[in-house]
Protein backbone atom coordinates (compact mmCIF):
# COMPACT_ATOMS: atom_id res chain seq x y z
CA UNK A 1 0.00 0.00 0.00
CA UNK A 2 2.77 2.24 0.57
CA UNK A 3 4.65 1.91 -2.41
CA UNK A 4 1.24 1.85 -4.65
CA UNK A 5 1.60 4.68 -7.53
CA UNK A 6 -0.66 8.42 -6.49
CA UNK A 7 -2.49 8.37 -9.31
CA UNK A 8 -3.97 4.65 -8.28
CA UNK A 9 -4.33 5.54 -4.67
CA UNK A 10 -6.71 8.49 -5.27
CA UNK A 11 -8.80 6.22 -7.62
CA UNK A 12 -9.42 3.87 -4.99
CA UNK A 13 -10.36 6.25 -2.37
CA UNK A 14 -13.00 7.87 -5.33
CA UNK A 15 -14.37 4.31 -5.61
CA UNK A 16 -14.66 3.71 -2.19
CA UNK A 17 -16.35 6.79 -1.06
CA UNK A 18 -18.76 6.31 -4.60
CA UNK A 19 -19.20 3.08 -2.73
CA UNK A 20 -20.39 4.68 0.60
CA UNK A 21 -22.64 6.82 -0.60
CA UNK A 22 -24.54 4.37 -2.63
CA UNK A 23 -25.15 2.12 0.58
CA UNK A 24 -26.34 5.41 2.06
CA UNK A 25 -28.63 5.77 -0.67
CA UNK A 26 -29.58 2.06 -1.06
CA UNK A 27 -30.72 2.23 2.82
CA UNK A 28 -33.10 4.92 3.22
CA UNK A 29 -36.89 4.30 3.13
CA UNK A 30 -39.23 4.31 0.63
CA UNK A 31 -41.20 7.52 -0.41
CA UNK A 32 -44.97 6.78 0.73
CA UNK A 33 -42.91 5.28 3.88
CA UNK A 34 -41.41 8.11 4.48
CA UNK A 35 -45.00 10.47 3.82
CA UNK A 36 -47.07 8.02 6.46
CA UNK A 37 -44.40 8.71 9.34
CA UNK A 38 -44.56 12.08 8.91
CA UNK A 39 -48.08 12.01 8.67
CA UNK A 40 -48.71 10.45 11.69
CA UNK A 41 -45.99 12.27 13.70
CA UNK A 42 -47.31 15.44 12.83
CA UNK A 43 -51.30 14.31 13.24
CA UNK A 44 -50.23 13.14 16.76
CA UNK A 45 -48.65 16.37 17.27
CA UNK A 46 -52.13 18.19 16.28
CA UNK A 47 -53.87 16.49 18.74
CA UNK A 48 -51.71 17.25 21.44
CA UNK A 49 -51.35 21.27 20.68
CA UNK A 50 -55.51 21.45 20.01
CA UNK A 51 -56.57 20.19 22.44
CA UNK A 52 -60.45 19.32 21.54
CA UNK A 53 -61.17 15.99 20.58
CA UNK A 54 -64.10 17.16 18.15
CA UNK A 55 -64.72 14.82 15.08
CA UNK A 56 -64.47 18.25 12.99
CA UNK A 57 -61.07 18.94 14.71
CA UNK A 58 -59.53 15.72 13.81
CA UNK A 59 -60.87 15.61 10.18
CA UNK A 60 -59.40 19.31 9.52
CA UNK A 61 -56.35 17.93 11.39
CA UNK A 62 -55.81 14.86 9.70
CA UNK A 63 -56.25 16.80 6.04
CA UNK A 64 -54.51 19.46 6.86
CA UNK A 65 -51.23 17.38 7.98
CA UNK A 66 -51.74 15.03 5.16
CA UNK A 67 -51.14 18.05 2.88
CA UNK A 68 -47.71 19.40 5.08
CA UNK A 69 -46.59 15.70 5.30
CA UNK A 70 -47.04 15.35 1.09
CA UNK A 71 -44.42 18.52 0.74
CA UNK A 72 -41.75 18.00 3.43
CA UNK A 73 -41.35 14.07 3.67
CA UNK A 74 -38.05 14.27 3.54
CA UNK A 75 -37.22 16.31 6.25
CA UNK A 76 -37.32 14.45 9.00
CA UNK A 77 -37.26 10.74 7.79
CA UNK A 78 -34.32 10.87 5.51
CA UNK A 79 -32.36 9.67 8.08
CA UNK A 80 -33.96 6.47 9.45
CA UNK A 81 -31.81 3.06 8.78
CA UNK A 82 -34.07 0.94 6.58
CA UNK A 83 -33.61 -2.94 8.33
CA UNK A 84 -36.92 -5.41 8.15
CA UNK A 85 -40.63 -4.73 8.19
CA UNK A 86 -41.32 -1.17 8.54
CA UNK A 87 -44.55 -2.34 10.91
CA UNK A 88 -42.40 -4.35 12.82
CA UNK A 89 -39.84 -1.70 13.23
CA UNK A 90 -42.00 1.23 14.37
CA UNK A 91 -43.39 -0.52 16.72
CA UNK A 92 -40.26 -1.87 18.14
CA UNK A 93 -38.69 1.64 18.12
CA UNK A 94 -41.91 2.87 19.89
CA UNK A 95 -42.55 0.22 22.78
CA UNK A 96 -38.63 -0.92 22.91
CA UNK A 97 -36.43 1.89 22.07
CA UNK A 98 -37.57 5.28 22.83
CA UNK A 99 -38.85 4.05 26.35
CA UNK A 100 -35.41 2.12 27.07
CA UNK A 101 -33.68 5.88 26.13
CA UNK A 102 -35.90 7.72 28.85
CA UNK A 103 -35.09 5.28 31.28
CA UNK A 104 -31.51 5.91 30.74
CA UNK A 105 -30.90 9.32 30.21
CA UNK A 106 -33.30 10.44 33.52
CA UNK A 107 -31.17 8.15 35.32
CA UNK A 108 -27.96 9.60 33.92
CA UNK A 109 -29.57 13.24 33.78
CA UNK A 110 -29.95 12.96 37.95
CA UNK A 111 -26.61 11.76 38.28
CA UNK A 112 -24.72 14.27 36.64
CA UNK A 113 -26.68 16.59 38.73
CA UNK A 114 -25.07 15.57 41.49
CA UNK A 115 -21.81 15.30 40.17
CA UNK A 116 -21.93 19.27 39.58
CA UNK A 117 -23.08 19.46 42.74
CA UNK A 118 -20.17 17.44 44.31
CA UNK A 119 -17.27 18.86 41.79
CA UNK A 120 -19.08 22.64 42.97
CA UNK A 121 -17.90 21.69 46.35
CA UNK A 122 -15.02 19.46 46.54
CA UNK A 123 -13.29 21.61 43.38
CA UNK A 124 -11.64 18.47 42.45
CA UNK A 125 -11.60 19.44 38.49
CA UNK A 126 -9.52 18.57 36.14
CA UNK A 127 -10.88 20.18 32.50
CA UNK A 128 -9.80 19.76 29.23
CA UNK A 129 -11.15 19.68 25.61
CA UNK A 130 -10.69 16.01 23.76
CA UNK A 131 -11.79 14.39 20.06
CA UNK A 132 -13.53 11.60 19.73
CA UNK A 133 -14.85 9.46 16.60
CA UNK A 134 -18.47 8.36 15.90
CA UNK A 135 -19.59 5.75 13.38
CA UNK A 136 -22.80 7.74 12.87
CA UNK A 137 -22.98 10.06 9.78
CA UNK A 138 -26.47 11.61 9.69
CA UNK A 139 -27.40 14.69 10.80
CA UNK A 140 -30.65 13.81 13.54
CA UNK A 141 -28.74 10.74 14.62
CA UNK A 142 -25.34 12.49 14.94
CA UNK A 143 -27.49 15.73 16.95
CA UNK A 144 -29.09 13.50 18.83
CA UNK A 145 -25.84 11.37 19.87
CA UNK A 146 -24.06 15.22 20.75
CA UNK A 147 -27.21 16.19 22.94
CA UNK A 148 -27.09 13.02 24.74
CA UNK A 149 -23.51 13.52 25.54
CA UNK A 150 -23.89 17.06 27.22
CA UNK A 151 -26.79 15.89 28.93
CA UNK A 152 -24.63 12.73 30.59
CA UNK A 153 -22.19 12.82 33.46
CA UNK A 154 -18.92 15.31 33.41
CA UNK A 155 -19.07 15.90 29.23
CA UNK A 156 -20.20 19.26 27.15
CA UNK A 157 -20.06 19.20 23.47
CA UNK A 158 -18.36 22.01 21.81
CA UNK A 159 -18.73 20.82 18.32
CA UNK A 160 -19.40 18.33 15.75
CA UNK A 161 -17.79 17.97 12.19
CA UNK A 162 -19.92 15.42 10.36
CA UNK A 163 -18.76 13.37 7.59
CA UNK A 164 -19.73 10.03 5.45
CA UNK A 165 -17.30 7.47 7.83
CA UNK A 166 -15.80 9.94 9.95
CA UNK A 167 -17.41 11.70 12.03
CA UNK A 168 -15.69 13.34 14.53
CA UNK A 169 -16.62 15.16 18.46
CA UNK A 170 -14.92 17.70 20.42
CA UNK A 171 -15.90 17.13 23.98
CA UNK A 172 -15.02 19.07 26.76
CA UNK A 173 -14.46 16.89 30.00
CA UNK A 174 -14.78 18.26 33.28
CA UNK A 175 -12.36 15.42 34.71
CA UNK A 176 -10.07 14.08 32.16
CA UNK A 177 -9.27 10.66 32.93
CA UNK A 178 -7.52 9.30 29.67
CA UNK A 179 -5.80 11.49 26.76
CA UNK A 180 -6.58 7.85 24.20
CA UNK A 181 -9.06 8.39 21.56
CA UNK A 182 -10.73 4.90 21.82
CA UNK A 183 -10.67 4.87 25.58
CA UNK A 184 -12.03 8.62 25.74
CA UNK A 185 -14.81 7.20 23.19
CA UNK A 186 -15.65 4.08 24.99
CA UNK A 187 -15.90 6.11 28.84
CA UNK A 188 -17.94 8.70 27.15
CA UNK A 189 -20.04 7.72 24.45
CA UNK A 190 -21.22 4.83 26.85
CA UNK A 191 -23.84 2.68 25.21
CA UNK A 192 -25.70 5.03 23.48
CA UNK A 193 -24.17 5.05 20.14
CA UNK A 194 -24.84 1.38 19.72
CA UNK A 195 -28.44 2.20 20.81
CA UNK A 196 -28.77 4.82 18.04
CA UNK A 197 -27.33 2.66 15.43
CA UNK A 198 -30.63 0.21 16.15
CA UNK A 199 -32.64 3.70 14.34
CA UNK A 200 -30.58 6.17 12.59
CA UNK A 201 -27.55 6.01 9.90
CA UNK B 1 -47.56 13.07 47.84
CA UNK B 2 -44.85 12.30 44.96
CA UNK B 3 -45.10 15.86 43.58
CA UNK B 4 -43.54 16.84 46.61
CA UNK B 5 -40.54 15.01 46.18
CA UNK B 6 -40.09 16.09 42.52
CA UNK B 7 -41.00 19.94 43.51
CA UNK B 8 -38.00 19.04 46.26
CA UNK B 9 -35.56 17.20 43.86
CA UNK B 10 -35.55 20.42 40.97
CA UNK B 11 -34.88 22.82 44.14
CA UNK B 12 -32.26 21.56 45.36
CA UNK B 13 -30.76 20.81 41.88
CA UNK B 14 -31.68 23.97 40.90
CA UNK B 15 -29.65 25.55 43.91
CA UNK B 16 -26.41 23.08 43.02
CA UNK B 17 -26.70 24.51 39.43
CA UNK B 18 -25.93 28.19 40.68
CA UNK B 19 -23.70 27.30 43.31
CA UNK B 20 -21.64 25.35 40.18
CA UNK B 21 -22.14 28.93 38.13
CA UNK B 22 -20.63 31.07 41.32
CA UNK B 23 -18.10 28.78 41.80
CA UNK B 24 -16.47 27.24 38.83
CA UNK B 25 -12.92 28.92 37.41
CA UNK B 26 -13.91 30.07 33.40
CA UNK B 27 -16.96 29.76 30.61
CA UNK B 28 -16.92 25.90 29.42
CA UNK B 29 -17.07 24.53 33.19
CA UNK B 30 -19.68 27.50 34.52
CA UNK B 31 -21.15 25.91 31.11
CA UNK B 32 -21.61 22.74 32.68
CA UNK B 33 -23.33 23.58 35.41
CA UNK B 34 -26.10 25.89 33.76
CA UNK B 35 -26.62 23.58 31.15
CA UNK B 36 -27.36 20.21 32.94
CA UNK B 37 -28.78 21.83 36.46
CA UNK B 38 -31.38 24.29 34.56
CA UNK B 39 -32.26 21.22 32.10
CA UNK B 40 -32.86 18.44 35.23
CA UNK B 41 -34.40 20.72 37.61
CA UNK B 42 -36.84 22.37 35.15
CA UNK B 43 -38.00 19.12 33.99
CA UNK B 44 -38.86 17.80 37.76
CA UNK B 45 -40.41 20.84 38.28
CA UNK B 46 -42.64 20.73 35.14
CA UNK B 47 -43.25 17.25 35.85
CA UNK B 48 -44.39 17.47 39.30
CA UNK B 49 -46.66 20.73 37.89
CA UNK B 50 -48.15 18.04 35.53
CA UNK B 51 -48.89 15.81 38.24
CA UNK B 52 -50.48 18.29 40.42
CA UNK B 53 -52.74 20.37 38.21
CA UNK B 54 -56.40 19.58 38.20
CA UNK B 55 -56.92 20.17 34.44
CA UNK B 56 -57.89 17.55 31.82
CA UNK B 57 -55.68 15.12 30.65
CA UNK B 58 -54.38 16.96 27.30
CA UNK B 59 -53.45 19.65 29.03
CA UNK B 60 -51.32 17.84 30.84
CA UNK B 61 -49.86 15.99 28.17
CA UNK B 62 -48.90 19.71 27.33
CA UNK B 63 -46.26 20.12 30.27
CA UNK B 64 -44.72 16.78 29.31
CA UNK B 65 -44.30 18.54 25.92
CA UNK B 66 -42.95 21.50 27.29
CA UNK B 67 -40.09 19.04 29.29
CA UNK B 68 -39.09 17.24 26.08
CA UNK B 69 -38.73 20.88 24.36
CA UNK B 70 -36.34 21.78 27.22
CA UNK B 71 -34.55 18.98 27.27
CA UNK B 72 -33.65 19.11 23.44
CA UNK B 73 -33.22 22.69 23.09
CA UNK B 74 -30.35 23.25 26.43
CA UNK B 75 -27.58 21.29 24.99
CA UNK B 76 -27.82 23.05 21.69
CA UNK B 77 -27.75 26.27 23.37
CA UNK B 78 -24.73 25.05 25.50
CA UNK B 79 -23.33 24.22 22.30
CA UNK B 80 -24.19 27.33 20.44
CA UNK B 81 -22.59 29.02 23.81
CA UNK B 82 -19.48 27.42 24.45
CA UNK B 83 -18.68 27.07 20.44
CA UNK B 84 -18.76 31.51 20.47
CA UNK B 85 -16.90 31.65 23.18
CA UNK B 86 -14.34 29.63 21.51
CA UNK B 87 -14.42 31.20 18.18
CA UNK B 88 -14.05 34.62 19.93
CA UNK B 89 -10.67 33.38 21.54
CA UNK B 90 -11.54 32.77 25.49
CA UNK B 91 -8.71 29.74 26.04
CA UNK B 92 -10.63 27.22 28.16
CA UNK B 93 -8.59 26.35 31.63
CA UNK B 94 -6.96 22.77 31.57
CA UNK B 95 -5.11 20.19 30.54
CA UNK B 96 -5.21 19.90 26.61
CA UNK B 97 -7.45 21.60 23.75
CA UNK B 98 -7.73 19.67 20.77
CA UNK B 99 -10.06 21.42 19.35
CA UNK B 100 -7.43 24.37 19.51
CA UNK B 101 -4.80 22.70 17.88
CA UNK B 102 -7.13 21.02 14.96
CA UNK B 103 -7.12 24.66 13.84
CA UNK B 104 -10.79 25.75 14.28
Request: glycine letters at 6%.
Amino acid sequence: MSRMPLYLKERIEEINQRALLFNYETNTLPKWEKVIITWIALAIFWMIVSVSIHWQNILIGAVVTFLVSLLMYDMFTSDIRRKGNVAIKALRIIFLYVPQYIFIMAFRLVESNLKVLKHAILMDINPGIVKIDSDLHSHTGLTILANSITLTPGTLTIDTVRGLDESKIYVHWIDVETLDREKAGAIIKGGLEDWLKNIFW
Amino acid sequence: MIEYLFLLLGTVLMISGGLGVLRFPDVYTRLHASTKCDTGGAMSILIAVAIVSEAPMLIKVKFLILAFLIAMINPMVAHAIARGAHKSGIKPKGVIDVYARDGF
